[in-house]
Nanobody, 121 residues
Framework: QVQLVESGGGSVQAGGSLRLSCAASGYTYSRYYMGWFRQAPGKEREGVAVIDSDGTTGYADAEKGRFTIARDNAKNTLYLEMNSLKPEDNAMYYC???????????????WGQGTQVTVSS
């Protein structure tokens, strides 16, 4: 059974940084494509960053240069380093996994429960 558990969310001032983690279990992690998505209050969920099985990454335009996605296959863990955070980054952040490369499309088969990020101005 695939399980994804996010952690690392919290409250931070604008301009600050956070690192989110997603611990994966129940499947061959290194073979799966992983992504980070977020949903702000009253808005649709949107893609943030993705990484394929060999480390190739992709980002939504708003996050390029500020966010970095990475994976540690030895630890079955996905990361999202977020710098220069803005109030508009306020959202619940979710990690997702699938054996199909969906990039930023929300067709991933497996999702975590989310971790809240709050950025104050």
């Amino acid at each position: 059974q695939v399980q994804l558990v996010e952690s690392g969310g919290g409250s931070v001032q604008a301009g600050g940084s956070l690192r989110l983690s997603c611990a994966a279990s129940g499947y061959t992690y290194s073979r799966y494509y992983m992504g980070w998505f977020r949903q702000a209050p009253g808005k649709e969920r949107e893609g943030v960053a993705v990484i394929d099985s060999d480390g190739t990454t992709g980002y939504a335009d708003a996050e390029k240069g500020r966010f970095t996605i990475a994976r540690d296959n030895a630890k079955n863990t996905l990361y999202l380093e977020m710098n220069s955070l803005k109030p508009e980054d306020n959202a619940m952040y979710y990690c997702a996994a699938d054996c199909i490369l969906w990039w930023l499309l929300q067709k991933y088969n497996y999702w975590g429960q989310g971790t809240q990020v709050t950025v104050s101005s």
